[in-house]
């Protein structure tokens, strides 16, 4: 397209606005072909050639697309091709990718054979309407569609997370009517006990809504510290996370900041904050951010390895898988019983799935020269994981504060002493 034109910027207004438009139908093309691919890959399960639990494993390791991307071109690729009308309306390009996207977003099971039987007149009307007004169409049909909506008690109960780029965490789920009326009682007692500890003596005030909001997360939080703080072999209320922080910021002699274990990046005055009432373990890392051996004890990983690995390897290591380090085990890349060790290099974190994999389907995982993981399955075929990356971010602005360091220096210099 740029060869087309030359320099863009001596192109008059009008020639750039056609190629605006051309390059916008040669996209949708090309979205029309991925998703008619994707339709037949994914019913034939390819992506199980490569070990991925399913297709968006997949196409986040090998396409570039975030898990939610992935998702809704499996999603319509599904819902397009169920539907034949729809399916040829997408194909002549009477009806964009970008439309039939957000039709499929209000298709599920309960209202899949409506799609069907009244794919016709949604491809009429959508075809008069913009992506916006289409949006409010589909919302409009999906309501006369599935009036009644999933009963109370079939509803299903889940709790997600994500965590945004910085680092902050965004919840959403649904609770059964037992277990969200315990919830809200705990919550709203929490932030009425928070909301008088920070009001002035004697002040009476109503408490506005965005208040109640940040009461109630702060709340959920100081409920967690509570739960971790009820372990009788606990002293103190000890948050439940992990901290990653340099030697030298920790003593203070430093400003670098520290990265919550799952989360993003936190100060250093927060960092030492939290060690005030911490459990403080020593992990020690290579000039390159490398995690260093612990040794080899045992067959199995202490819990100071557990503890590197979540950090190190964040989940299910299997190249686009999105297990979480809670659904997984250490394995060890070198088997046990052929001699491999029980130190980091040798571990690496496998969900259920991708372990019985290597133990039970015959591939075999390799450690590179720089470090990235090979899996390579009993025919040749071969999938990689990327290195991971340095622990700490090291390349960073020095920001040092005064702070009283007694608690912590303590328990540093009793660790390093060794």
């Given at each position: 397209?740029?060869?087309?034109?030359?320099?863009?910027a001596?192109?008059?207004?009008?020639?750039?606005?056609?190629?605006?438009?051309?390059?916008?139908?040669?996209v949708?093309?090309?979205?029309?072909?991925?998703?008619?691919?994707?339709?037949?890959?994914?019913?034939?399960?390819?992506?199980?050639?490569d070990?991925?639990?399913?297709?968006?494993?997949?196409?986040t390791?090998?396409?570039?697309?975030?898990?939610?991307?992935?998702?809704?071109?499996?999603?319509?690729?599904?819902?397009?091709?169920s539907?034949?009308?729809?399916?040829?309306?997408?194909?002549e390009?009477?009806?964009?990718?970008?439309?039939?996207?957000?039709?499929?977003?209000?298709?599920?099971?309960?209202?899949?054979?409506?799609?069907?039987?009244?794919?016709?007149?949604?491809?009429e009307?959508?075809?008069?309407?913009?992506?916006?007004?289409?949006?409010?169409?589909?919302?409009?049909?999906?309501?006369?569609?599935?009036?009644?909506?999933?009963?109370?008690?079939?509803r299903?109960?889940?709790?997600r997370?994500?965590?945004?780029?910085?680092?902050?965490?965004?919840?959403?789920?649904?609770?059964?009517?037992?277990?969200g009326?315990?919830?809200?009682?705990?919550?709203?007692?929490?932030?009425?006990q928070l909301?008088?500890?920070?009001?002035?003596?004697?002040?009476?005030?109503?408490?506005p809504?965005?208040?109640?909001?940040?009461?109630?997360?702060e709340?959920?939080?100081?409920?967690?510290?509570?739960?971790?703080?009820a372990?009788?072999?606990?002293?103190?209320?000890?948050?439940?996370?992990?901290?990653?922080?340099?030697?030298?910021?920790?003593?203070?002699?430093?400003?670098r900041?520290?990265?919550?274990?799952?989360?993003?990046?936190?100060?250093?005055?927060?960092?030492?904050?939290?060690?005030?009432?911490?459990?403080?373990?020593?992990?020690?890392?290579?000039?390159?951010?490398?995690?260093?051996?612990?040794?080899?004890?045992?067959?199995?990983?202490?819990?100071?390895?557990?503890?590197?690995?979540?950090?190190r390897?964040?989940?299910?290591?299997?190249?686009?898988c999105?297990?979480?380090?809670?659904?997984?085990?250490?394995?060890?890349?070198?088997?046990?019983?052929?001699?491999g060790?029980?130190?980091?290099e040798?571990?690496?974190?496998?969900?259920?799935?991708?372990?019985?994999?290597?133990?039970?389907?015959?591939?075999?995982?390799?450690?590179?020269?720089?470090?990235?993981l090979?899996?390579?399955?009993?025919?040749?075929?071969?999938?990689?994981?990327?290195?991971?990356?340095?622990?700490?971010?090291?390349?960073?602005?020095?920001?040092?504060?005064?702070?009283?360091r007694?608690?912590?220096l303590?328990?540093?210099?009793?660790?390093?002493?060794?």
């Amino acid at each position: 397209m740029f060869d087309r034109c030359g320099d863009l910027a001596a192109v008059d207004d009008d020639t750039l606005s056609e190629l605006l438009r051309e390059a916008s139908a040669e996209v949708n093309r090309a979205q029309v072909r991925r998703l008619a691919i994707a339709a037949e890959w994914d019913r034939r399960q390819a992506w199980a050639n490569d070990g991925a639990y399913n297709g968006r494993c997949w196409l986040t390791a090998n396409c570039g697309l975030s898990r939610r991307e992935a998702s809704s071109v499996l999603h319509t690729a599904e819902v397009v091709a169920s539907a034949p009308v729809v399916a040829a309306a997408v194909q002549e390009g009477v009806v964009p990718v970008a439309k039939a996207e957000v039709l499929a977003a209000v298709v599920t099971v309960r209202t899949a054979q409506a799609f069907v039987r009244d794919q016709e007149l949604l491809v009429e009307a959508v075809g008069r309407l913009g992506v916006d007004e289409t949006r409010k169409l589909a919302r409009w049909w999906q309501r006369t569609a599935d009036v009644d909506g999933a009963e109370p008690g079939e509803r299903p109960l889940g709790l997600r997370w994500s965590v945004a780029g910085d680092g902050t965490t965004h919840l959403t789920g649904v609770l059964g009517v037992e277990g969200g009326a315990i919830v809200r009682s705990m919550l709203e007692a929490i932030s009425d006990q928070l909301w008088r500890a920070e009001r002035e003596p004697g002040q009476v005030e109503a408490r506005p809504v965005n208040r109640n909001e940040r009461l109630r997360a702060e709340a959920l939080v100081e409920m967690a510290r509570r739960v971790g703080a009820a372990d009788p072999g606990r002293t103190g209320a000890r948050p439940l996370l992990t901290v990653v922080v340099d030697l030298d910021t920790l003593e203070g002699r430093a400003g670098r900041p520290a990265e919550v274990d799952g989360g993003g990046l936190v100060t250093a005055e927060a960092a030492r904050r939290l060690a005030c009432d911490a459990d403080v373990s020593r992990l020690l890392v290579g000039p390159d951010g490398a995690m260093l051996e612990l040794g080899r004890t045992t067959r199995t990983a202490s819990a100071d390895q557990w503890r590197a690995l979540r950090i190190r390897d964040g989940g299910c290591s299997w190249p686009g898988c999105e297990r979480p380090p809670g659904w997984c085990q250490a394995h060890h890349i070198v088997w046990w019983q052929d001699g491999g060790a029980t130190d980091l290099e040798n571990l690496t974190l496998l969900c259920s799935h991708h372990h019985h994999r290597v133990h039970d389907g015959g591939w075999r995982v390799e450690r590179l020269d720089d470090r990235s993981l090979q899996f390579t399955d009993p025919g040749g075929r071969t999938v990689s994981r990327p290195p991971p990356p340095p622990s700490i971010p090291l390349r960073c602005r020095p920001r040092v504060s005064p702070l009283d360091r007694a608690a912590i220096l303590q328990r540093v210099r009793a660790l390093t002493a060794a």
